[in-house]
């Protein structure tokens, strides 16, 4: 099999002719990695996942999932890929069972096999208790521990997840990443994921998009991201009145250094080995290092870096968002 | 590689797993059910029994008439007789009652094809019943598409036809069953059958129904998809409602309309659904009459059902 299980080349989708959603896309997905799109909601991280499970056609560009294209190929691209989207789409009036019992019937999975593997999911998602209940009493967590044994009831290769955990508190959360953790190990998948909780991206994904207004603007490890900043901060105060930059440049790994009131804000590689050269170097120029603090970046600095604004910044602007929504909403239906 | 062809998805069984899930659905709310019967029995009951035409056409109607006696001059008799004869009022009075009687029941005959108007009406309510359900059912796809079940299933590999097709089969069944209560309800309440009907009759009922709500919930599926919010076909189906029903033979042969309102009766299809129905149910059965309002409404169906699923693909392979 090919080492690249999602390849998307200039992919492009306009809506009502003169809203670009997504523009000229260019990334690929290796087998068995989590690969997360991250950004602001309205960044063009739905339109793109909606593109590759071919619920919308590409205007330009064009994608394969395991080698299948997404237009010519969309029925071969279907049957071997899972969906768990952003919202509950699971019916209310049916019981958990019947609703994966009706995705089941929607992918052809035969009937036994589909009951055994239905059981089998549900008690992975720990809803085994619950799988006759009404989904309408479901709670929230719960609805998307649903949605995710219904996107794997055909035991896909592929999983794309669209905003996993788009409105859970922040335990519920955490359990679901365990869930998703979880279910890749057990069933060896491939992911895809859009995320605009940096979060979610850094604890989740192997490699990252960062996706702002339709476009990628950096694709890496979330790691090699961080690092791209130039490394950690490392800040210094020290007990005598001396200016000692010359000195802390000379060290090894010190990339950049600013003087704050008498504090010394570093940038360095490596930060937990350069803090202990920068202390030594200080001690042997006789100077007493009074408070030292490391920070390693987030991804919000590497955000900020990246699209000149914090994604939380980006997220104020919900009412601009919603229109913006609502408007993408019309442009597809008509 | 072997994996995509694992599993076989098959129109049918999409399309029956789609079907079952809108009728769990349905019966998992017996309120709603209970309220579909209610409606139908409701309009039959109070239009039906109330709009009591037969009692126009009787005695009744003249029951306050006092005639006065008639004096008549002798000469205009034949033979002629000497004098002034009485024709006593109370007399003229009860022969005038008996004709009217008579003649009412020959009126009714004539202008509904039945003697009582509430077989007539009654079935008339099956048709409107099947139009407003099966417009109705099409609707609940807008919500299909804004919680996002709709983008989910086009997201596997079900036939996006099999997604109208489970819609438009539901929308009619919905359809034959109200339309089955409606009739033993009133066949309950005094509907008379005519000396045609058997039971093999009610599968041209339900052919006929099926007709009707392919066509009508097929572009009404459409519309509902291309509309974000319910406000929208509902608002179409309260406008089209009241003309369909009132401009058709539902309720008062259409012969007796003006001019305008026949030419519109003439291309509505609920006209040719209702007289189907009347055919196979209250009128005794005439085969031509059927066979045009059967062919009428494959026509309409066919045309309608093409232009509904044509804009539906459109929607599902934006």
Known sequence: MSEEVIKAERLTKVFNKNMVAVDHV??????????????????????????????????????SVLGYDIVKQANNVRKVIGVVPQEYTADEDLTGHENIMLCADLY???????????????????????????????????????????????????????????????????????????????????????????????ALCDRIAIIDHGRIIAMDTPSNLKDSLG???????????????????????????????????????????????????????????????????????????????????????????????????????? | MSEANEYHPSMLRGLWALTVRELKKWLKDPVMVLMLVLQPLIWMGLLGKSMNMNAIFSA???????????????????????????????????QLQQMFSDIGSKVMQNT???????????VGMVSMIVMTTTMFSGMSIVWDRRLGFLDKVISTPVSRAAIIFAKVLNATLRAIFQATVILALAYLLGLQLSATFTLLNLLGVYAAIFLVGVGLSSVFIAFSLRSTRMERP??????????????????????????????????????????ALRQLTILPLDASALIFDFMYLGIFAAILATIGIMLSWRYLTR
Request: charged share 25%; proline share 5%; with cysteine.
């Open chain 1, 26 to 63: 260019d990334f690929s997905v290796k087998n068995g990695e989590i690969f997360g799109f991250l950004g602001p909601n309205g960044a063009g991280k739905t339109t793109t996942i909606n593109m590759l499970i071919t619920v919308l056609k590409p205007t330009e560009g064009k994608a």
């Open chain 1, 108 to 202: 052809g999975v035969p009937r036994e096999t589909a009951k055994k593997r239905s059981l089998e999911l549900l008690e992975l998602v720990e809803l085994d208790q619950f799988k006759d209940k009404r989904v309408e009493t479901y709670s929230g967590g719960m609805r998307r521990r649903l949605e995710l044994a219904c996107g794997l009831i055909n035991r896909p290769k592929v999983l794309f997840l669209d905003e996993p955990t788009l409105g859970l508190d922040v335990q519920t959360r955490a359990a679901t990443w365990n869930y998703i953790r979880r279910l890749k190990e057990e069933y060896g998948m491939t992911l895809f994921m859009t995320t605009h909780y940096l979060e979610e991206a850094d």
């Open chain 1, 231 to 334: 490394g950690d901060v490392i800040t210094i105060s020290i007990k005598e009145d001396v200016d000692v930059s010359g000195i802390i440049r000379g060290v090894e790994h010190v990339k950049d250094l600013r003087n704050e009131n008498g504090s010394y804000r570093i940038k360095a590689e490596f930060g937990e080995v350069t803090a202990p050269l920068i202390i030594e170097a200080l001690r042997k120029n006789g100077c007493t290092v009074t408070k030292l603090s490391l920070s390693e970046p987030t991804l919000n600095e590497v955000y900020l870096e990246y699209t000149g604004r914090s994604i939380r910044d980006a997220e104020e602007s919900k009412e601009a968002f919603r229109t913006q929504r609502m408007t993408l909403r019309r442009a597809r239906a008509t």
């Open chain 2, 60 to 94: 009744n109607s003249l029951s306050n008439i006092e005639l006065h006696d008639i004096p008549i001059p002798g000469s205009l008799l034949n033979p002629p007789v000497n004098g002034v004869v009485i024709l006593p009022g109370a007399l003229i009075t009860q």
């Open chain 2, 112 to 122: 509904f094809g039945v003697k009582d108007y509430f077989s007539y009406m009654s």
């Open chain 2, 234 to 275: 509902m608002q179409i189906i309260s406008l089209v409602t009241m003309p369909l029903m009132f401009a058709s033979n539902t309720f008062f042969p259409p012969y007796l309309m003006p001019d305008w309102i026949q030419a519109v009766a003439k291309v509505n299809p609920l006209t040719y659904l209702t007289d």
